[in-house]
């Protein structure tokens, strides 16, 4: 039995099933036995692999993405660059670096990163010693001055919480035991549901809302909206999520997520226009997937410049991650882009239109 298995039952045992929230919530941040607490999680040899962590591009695109945003907003003088959730640091490490190339750009930043795991953020900082970063738990916390902030895979890991039609309301989806085991069941009506009409929902159709969303986006869009700036926020999800997306990775492979608490990456897909309602006074641009965005900056050329310098397997992987970046049938349209940034500002690079 994993450690967290033993505290949530204790939970469950003495105060009753708990919210898919609170559970997604002690699976990645519980701060003993959570999977962002305990381990390293990222890379070929942790669960999971994240975009910056397969190629260089992907960072070294994101990072001129963001350089040409400030250029085309008169290069503020004195700016925030921020990131949340940053795993192992390696995003901004390639900001950083491919955006030394930008006169003024690095020399008017302050680097921010928002992180809630103490372990991981102890990581970032000392990845990202020479830039004395400071550390942020919320984005709330984040200074009134232009912020030009990034995120990859962020948003999936905020905690859902899960409702279901029953007759003409809606109840939650709670987490219980049966026996021994961790397992979903229905409570009783919902105190407080999701803001749609139960008449709109097909019934046993899963409603899946991320309520600590909104303490991020708010934040974030005001600075934009007043003091100038950018948000890129790349994840998996769409548009509109239907149904129940939870799902966790251990070791590359999906697993029940109920099986193993704090062993695995539980997360949710992220929707995008709930996110996109969350902007304020802040300027949305329409989505894009992954791969049309990475294309528009201009990942292929820089592919094919580094692609010069290698040859044999290192060749064959600069290429493979390329595939996997870009491809449709791979990370390319699984997993989308949307970007905030000021009214009366030019719309950011890698975008079309506005929402
Ligand atoms: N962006 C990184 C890592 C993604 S994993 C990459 O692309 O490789 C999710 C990250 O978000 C981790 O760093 C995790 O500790 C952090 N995180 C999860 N929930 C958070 C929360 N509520 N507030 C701040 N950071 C959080």
Same mark, same amino acid.
């Given at each position: 039995?994993?450690?967290?298995?033993?505290?949530?039952?204790?939970?469950?045992?003495?105060?009753?099933?708990?919210?898919?929230?609170?559970?997604?919530?002690?699976?990645?941040?519980?701060?003993?036995?959570?999977?962002?607490?305990?381990?390293?999680?990222?890379?070929?040899?942790?669960?999971?692999?994240?975009?910056?962590?397969?190629?260089?591009?992907?960072?070294?695109?994101?990072?001129?993405?963001?350089?040409?945003?400030?250029? *085309?907003?008169?290069? =503020? !003088?004195?700016?925030?660059? $921020?990131?949340? +959730? #940053?795993? @192992?640091?390696?995003?901004?490490?390639?900001?950083?670096?491919?955006?030394?190339?930008?006169?003024?750009?690095?020399?008017?930043?302050?680097?921010?990163?928002?992180?809630?795991?103490?372990?991981?953020?102890?990581?970032?900082?000392?990845?990202?010693?020479?830039?004395?970063?400071?550390?942020?738990?919320?984005?709330?916390?984040?200074?009134?001055?232009?912020?030009?902030?990034?995120?990859?895979?962020?948003?999936?890991?905020?905690?859902?919480?899960?409702?279901?039609?029953?007759?003409?309301?809606?109840?939650?989806?709670?987490?219980?035991?049966?026996? *021994?085991?961790?397992? =979903? !069941?229905?409570?009783?009506? $919902?105190?407080? +549901? #999701?803001? @749609?009409?139960?008449?709109?929902?097909?019934?046993?159709?899963?409603?899946?809302?991320?309520?600590?969303?909104?303490?991020?986006?708010?934040?974030?869009?005001?600075?934009?909206?007043?003091?100038?700036?950018?948000?890129?926020?790349?994840?998996?999800?769409?548009?509109?999520?239907?149904?129940?997306?939870?799902?966790?990775?251990?070791?590359?492979?999906?697993?029940?997520?109920?099986?193993?608490?704090?062993?695995?990456?539980?997360?949710?897909?992220?929707?995008?226009?709930?996110?996109?309602?969350?902007?304020?006074?802040?300027?949305?641009?329409?989505?894009?997937?992954?791969?049309?965005?990475?294309?528009?900056?201009?990942?292929?050329?820089?592919? @094919?410049?580094?692609?010069?310098?290698?040859?044999?397997?290192?060749?064959?992987?600069?290429?493979?991650?390329?595939?996997?970046?870009?491809?449709?049938?791979?990370?390319?349209?699984?997993?989308?882009?949307?970007?905030?940034?000021?009214?009366?500002?030019?719309?950011?690079?890698?975008?079309?239109?506005?929402?």
């Amino acid at each position: 039995m994993t450690e967290l298995l033993a505290v949530l039952k204790k939970r469950i045992r003495a105060g009753g099933p708990i919210s898919v929230s609170e559970y997604m919530s002690a699976c990645l941040l519980h701060p003993q036995f959570g999977f962002y607490s305990r381990q390293e999680p990222f890379g070929i040899d942790g669960s999971f692999t994240t975009a910056p962590e397969i190629s260089q591009m992907f960072g070294e695109i994101i990072g001129l993405f963001l350089a040409q945003a400030w250029l *085309d907003q008169k290069s =503020p !003088g004195e700016f925030t660059l $921020a990131e949340l +959730g #940053p795993g @192992r640091g390696t995003l901004m490490s390639d900001v950083l670096r491919s955006t030394k190339v930008v006169p003024g750009f690095l020399e008017a930043a302050n680097v921010a990163i928002i992180e809630q795991s103490p372990k991981l953020s102890r990581r970032q900082i000392s990845s990202l010693k020479n830039w004395s970063a400071t550390h942020l738990e919320l984005a709330s916390e984040l200074p009134d001055r232009p912020l030009f902030l990034i995120s990859n895979e962020f948003f999936d890991a905020l905690p859902v919480r899960q409702f279901v039609k029953r007759r003409d309301s809606l109840a939650e989806i709670r987490v219980g035991l049966i026996g *021994d085991r961790l397992a =979903p !069941g229905i409570a009783p009506v $919902a105190p407080i +549901g #999701p803001n @749609r009409n139960p008449t709109d929902i097909p019934a046993s159709e899963v409603v899946e809302v991320r309520p600590s969303a909104e303490s991020v986006m708010r934040p974030i869009s005001e600075r934009i909206a007043r003091f100038g700036g950018v948000a890129l926020i790349v994840d998996y999800g769409d548009w509109n999520i239907r149904g129940s997306t939870l799902q966790a990775v251990c070791r590359h492979g999906k697993v029940d997520p109920f099986a193993a608490p704090g062993h695995a990456d539980i997360s949710a897909h992220v929707d995008f226009g709930s996110l996109a309602g969350l902007a304020g006074n802040a300027e949305v641009t329409a989505m894009a997937t992954q791969g049309e965005f990475l294309m528009r900056l201009g990942i292929s050329e820089r592919a @094919r410049i580094l692609a010069k310098k290698l040859c044999g397997p290192a060749l064959e992987n600069h290429l493979a991650a390329l595939g996997r970046l870009t491809d449709p049938d791979a990370m390319g349209s699984l997993f989308k882009a949307i970007s905030l940034y000021p009214r009366h500002a030019p719309a950011p690079p890698g975008f079309t239109g506005g929402r």
